[in-house]
């Protein structure tokens, strides 16, 4: 059973950066996507990122440029660096793989 774990997310002003991370514990299979889903009050969830089994990274449009996914395939864990952030990026922030979701981390970007 796989399990993810968030952390990294806080309180930070405009322009500033944070970066989450996520562990998966457990057997990770390489045939799922793996990525960051984040959710606003009163809002979907959305995709932030993900990475392909062929090792692809997609991003929303939003966050192009400003957001790096990584991935440490020894530590089972990936990473979402979050830069230039913006109010608009304030959110609960969701690993997932597959059928599993991490907890999530908030995010709140505020002056």
């Known amino acids: 059973q796989v399990q993810l774990v968030e952390s990294g997310g806080g309180l930070v002003q405009p322009g500033e950066s944070l970066r989450l991370s996520c562990v998966a514990s457990?057997?990770?299979?390489?045939?799922?996507?793996m990525g960051w889903y984040r959710q606003a009050p009163g809002k979907q969830r959305d995709l932030v990122a993900q990475?392909?089994?062929?090792?692809?990274?997609n991003y929303h449009d939003s966050v192009k440029g400003r957001f790096t996914l990584s991935r440490d395939n020894a530590k089972k864990t990936i990473y979402l660096q979050m830069n230039n952030l913006k109010p608009e990026d304030t959110a609960w922030y969701y690993c997932n793989q597959g059928p599993v979701w991490g907890q999530g981390t908030q995010v709140t970007v505020s002056s």
């Open positions: 457990g057997s990770i299979s390489s045939f799922y996507f």
């Open positions: 990475i392909t089994p062929g090792d692809k990274i």
